[in-house]
Each structure stands twice: as C-alpha cells, then as structure tokens.
C-alpha cells in the first residue's frame, strides 16, 4: 500500500495500436498538468518503434506481449494468437512492473487500461489499485458491445434493425463489424475479444470515455446508471483546443513518422476550402478496386487533393497516378493530421471513420464523406450522418465496391452544394461544443478533476 500524501502514481495501459495509444496519452497529460505522475505501459517490442517526443511529460516503461524480440506482424500471428499471448504475458509482467515501480519508491495508485485489454484490471485489483477502464470508441458503439456480451442482443443479429436503449434504429450493416460483416458474422475469436471488455467491467472503480457529453448525452447518461462512467474527451493537444497547456501541440508519441512539411508546404499555397483529404487511418486496407475506385473519382474532380497512401499500399494505384495528378493531387505515405484538418485550405474529410478521426474532424469543424471499412466505422458513419449531421455516408453496392460516382457526388455536395452549407454549419457547432466541453469548468475538464481527486483520496 502507499503512504498517505505521496503523490499519485497513473499507470496508462493502452492496446497496442496507434489509435488506442493516442488518446489515452493525450489524457495522461492532462493529468499531468494536474498533479499527477503518469507512466505510459506499451509493448517491449512497440516501445523499439515509437517516436517519443524527448520533452514528453510521460515516462515509458514496457510490459512483454510474447513477441519481444520481433513483434507479433513479423512474427505472423492473428489477433486470435495475439490477444491471449498479451493477456498471459501481460498479466505476468504487469505484476512484476508494478512491484518494481514500488520497490523504487514510486508505487502506482491506478491502472487505467484499455478496454480491449480487460485482463489489466484483475491484476489492479490484485495490487490494490484504481481500476479505470478507458474506452477509445465511441458510448455508441461500446453500448452496442456490452448488450452483446451480457446477451442482450444475440447472435447472428437478424432482423431489419437493431433497437437498443438511447440509440436510433440501427440496421444490422450500421452495428460493430466486429459484430457482423455487411450479413456475415465474424470469427468468433473477434467477437469474444469485444465483448469480454463488459466481463468483468462490474469491478471496475472508473469507466473513461474519449468522447465529450453533449455530443452523446442520452446514452452517457443510460450507461453512468451501470458504473461509474464519465467522459474525459475529446483528446486532442489542447493549442487546437482549449490552448490551455500551452507546449501541448502535438500528441507526441508516433508509430509513423509524418511528411509534416511537405504537407503543409503543399496545403499553404491553396484557396481556402479547396482540398480533400483523404486518409483511411494505420489499419484499414483498402482493396485494390476500390483504390483505384477512389483514384478516379479524385482524379475525376475539380478540386485538390491531399491522400495518405502508406507505403505498403501504394502499388495498388493506377499506373502512373501520382504523375498524371501531381499538378492537383499530393500522396504521401503519412501525415500529421491535425494540422492537416486545423489549416484553412481543407474543404472536406474522406475518412472510414475510425473514432479518433471523427473526434478530430468534429473538435475542428472538417465535413465528412464517411467510408467506413470495420469495427466501430459503421456506426460512426451513421451518427456522423444521420445524429450529428456532420458528413455524408457513401455506401457500397453489391460488390462491396462504393462506386467512383457515388464518392463524387459526396465530394461535391459538401464542397458546393447546398446541402453542404448546412453541414459545415453543423460541423462549426460541434466544434465549438468540443472545445467548451474540455475549456475550464466543461463537462469533461469537471470530470477529469473529479478523477484526479478521487486519486488524491488513494495515494
């Protein structure tokens, strides 16, 4: 146990994906600013790639998920190897990092972990400490898995739609497709990793969400009656928010190292709202027919175009693409999104719609084409369409294929139309909800105080 008065000790246990890591990092230095000391837990082998910003506010300590010396891709294991070797190892070595963090006097208080990793809180309750659950998608979607796993909603889903407390009427299609892949189950393995995040939630002290109140009032509101639920988002650096944490510009810990100055070079030198950007996030893989479905429909426009292709895709481009569209269009391999979405010439955001993406387009005011690919994407796609009307959904036909015609006609509307006037009024409103939600005294901002006093009452 700590002594009384020692200053509060919040170890960060994300999942090991660049969308996991950020938010949680993000709220870790909020923390900070408040008193805390946080120490981010990352993979032996993810903790070799990372790009650390040198003045990080955050120590890094590693934990083994089995695949030490050449990480799980090399290795060529699925998430059906992958999740029960982090939960062995993990649980093991957490243990042993948390007893040596005490023996050099610096004792943990919490564990906040990532919901996937739900085997994190066994091992705070083991020692003692604070179990926080963090949630890097959406009240939505989580809402959705937690019927799944207490058996609520069974199964294959069948029927025309889903109905489920504080969400509108829901297509099968427009649920987790973790859950369910446009008709077609999905492996079970995956359904048992989303779902067993609810397993043992009942234990948990804390349970975070990187979303903002108003943005998902009703069914915050419906999920705070089971646990101790309180949203801490959105977590973006605060100079694009609240510029309350004034060296806080960026997120500072990167599995990809962007082409920031080409970037913004390029984008320095167009008409306000001119560009679309394009980016499909870390995971997402689009197939070759529908790179090349994207590729002519941009290149089919009038309009600039800004397009993360990662390096490991770019053969699926038509032959001679870039060359032919380098006088409208730049691609490059990654880029520093925020910056990217916060400058003046973006006009729109063609996006799958990954939470992290929809919560930065939102807290800055970017419209969406939404193109969702899995997970959660869907049913972002619908709520950025049909709740917060911030975007305009593209659907695939029979082939799974959303047709080039389809997208530029998206594009269009936003960019020009009259449908896009309201969206981007839209999109103005929720940025400036985003931004009052973490300002001194919002929702989030009294959250978060209420949790940093909660482990000032444990240390």
Known sequence: M?????????????????????????????????????????????????????????AIETISDGFDEIGPQKAGVDSKVYFPSFRINGSRTLAELIEKLANNGQPATAIVYDGLLSWALDVAKQYGLLKVAFFTQSCAVNSINYHVNRKLLPLPITGSHVSLPELPPLLPTETSLFLLVYGKTSPPHLQELVSNQFSNMDEADWVLFNTFYKLEEKIVDWMAKLWKVVTVGPTLPSMYLDKRIEDDKDYGIKL???????????????????????????????????????????????????????????????????????????IVSWCPQLAVLAHESIGCFVTHCGFNSVLEALSLGVPMVAMPQWIDQPTNAKFVEDVWGTGIRVLPDEKDLVERQVLQKAIKDIMEGEKGKVIKKNAMKWKELAKEAIDEGGSSDNNINEFVAALFGSS
């Open 256 to 330: 990809f190292k962007p082409k920031t100055s080409d970037c913004l070079n390029w984008l320095n030198d167009k008409p306000i709202g001119s560009v679309v950007y394009v980016s499909f996030g870390s995971v997402a893989k689009l197939s070759q027919e529908q790179t090349e479905e994207l590729a002519w429909a941009l290149k089919g426009m009038n309009c600039y175009f800004l397009w993360v292709v990662r390096d490991s895709l770019e053969t699926k481009l038509p032959n001679k693409f870039i060359e032919e569209t380098s006088d409208k269009g730049l």
């Open 2 to 58: 700590e002594k009384k008065g020692r200053k509060p000790h919040v170890l960060i246990v994300p999942n090991t994906g660049q969308g996991h890591i950020t938010p949680m990092v993000q709220f870790g230095k909020r923390l900070v600013t408040k008193g805390i000391k946080v120490t981010l837990v990352t993979s032996v082998y993810l903790s070799k790639s990372m790009h650390v910003d040198p003045e990080s506010s955050i």
